[in-house]
């Protein structure tokens, strides 16, 4: 078990666009030698270096292609809707893919939005020594995408949904590149990466993945920063006195302590709070029957130690941990946690207030009346959830850290960071 500190380990700050060197450096660094020779073969090809608006033009169309896809109805777009702040349109604990779009993901669909505003040049990696990530006391690991953070890099995340039989199901790289050259926008892809590049399966795969980056990196509607709460970081807004009560709840480190891990305030440099600290926790949420894989008591989605990520099993302190998400326009949302167990922001917020006070509410009870907590983790792995941060270290039966009325303040005060351009929630109950 980890203990979190409040301190703010990170630093992100917008960039201005990079010049050719500097994307052909970065690249080199932090992607390999494969996605750099992309740019190479294209300068060689076509006389010029790549332009970053055309290759974030290019990727916006394969974001939204459903071409792409094994059933020919499934896009990234389709489980990252912009209009839902690049979040799941829908309520389904996991989402649906496959060839015949009816097989289940394995865990519920996070934002882009906000996730992805670590540019390459700034994105740390995922952290798992303990000499690295031991800044005050046993601090959790930290960094990555993705629910367990196994992907170190865009390229290596946008290769997930391309690849798995859940999802967009390609069989392999050769298939997605053939759907790709069969696209109505092959042509801009030539013109990208140079008139030869379908004839390098690797190279034509590598541009794709980085014009997907380009896109989720430059284009602004990844990175609004248009909510009321960043008017009110510049000095543009006032809170009303309940998101001010919420905020206050927010950030008390004896009652909620949501600020420890979804940091709220402006960084060093000015820049406004990703609501995140990217680090690791063990919440144990219930199990969710909804997961068909739920059905077998062997199944256990543990995070960092599997079943997706398999380079971190060794340590069981690790069984458990899921990263935490932003919480900007988590009020829109209608899935929450990684197992999608809850379905409104009410409802999760109850949930971590009263796990420990009223365990019988969230998890399975014996006919005997004892209650089976953390029954998401195997019985032996159990120990590993979080009871010594506030609010988790509450006993059965004691007072919650908040109250209904409180938590109506604190949902208040999170619809404060809802960008404008996304939906309003449709429930709030």
Known sequence: MYRRSPRDRFFYRKLAVPTFLVILAATLLLHGREEASVYASQAADTGSEPSEADLS?????????????????????????????????????VQLGGPGMDRQGARSVPSLRYDLNRTPIWNKEFISNPAE??????????GGFGWDGRFNTLLDQASFPLLTPTEMANASPDEVVARLKRATYADDFRKAFGARIFENVSQAYAGMRLALERFELDDPSFHPY????????????????KEQRGLALFDDPSRGNCATCHLDRKGVDGSHPLFTDYQFEALGVPRNPKILANGSAAYFDMGLCGPL??????????????????????????????????????????FYVRRD???????????SGSVEKFDDLPEHLRGNADV????????EGAAPAWSDAEIDDVIAFLETLTDRDAEPAQTRH
């Open 388 to 395: 010594i941060d506030e609010p988790l270290t509450r006993k």
């Open 226 to 241: 248009s909510s009321k709460y960043d008017d009110y970081l510049d000095g543009k807004v006032k809170l009303s006195a």
């Open 309 to 350: 990520r398999t380079d971190q099993g060794g340590d069981r302190t690790y069984c458990g941990l899921f990263k935490t998400p932003t919480l900007r326009n988590v009020a829109i949302r209608k899935v929450f946690f990684h197992n999608g167990r809850f379905h409104t922001l009410r409802e999760a917020m109850r």
């Open 133 to 142: 990530r031991t800044l005050e006391g046993n601090e959790p690991p930290a």
């Open 357 to 367: 006070t009223d365990p019988q509410l969230w998890y399975p009870v014996s006919a």
């Open 57 to 93: 033009a290019l990727g916006q169309k394969i974001f939204f292609d459903v071409s792409l896809s094994a059933s020919g109805r499934m896009s990234c777009a389709t489980c990252h809707d912009p209009a839902h702040a690049y979040g799941p349109p829908n309520g389904l604990a």
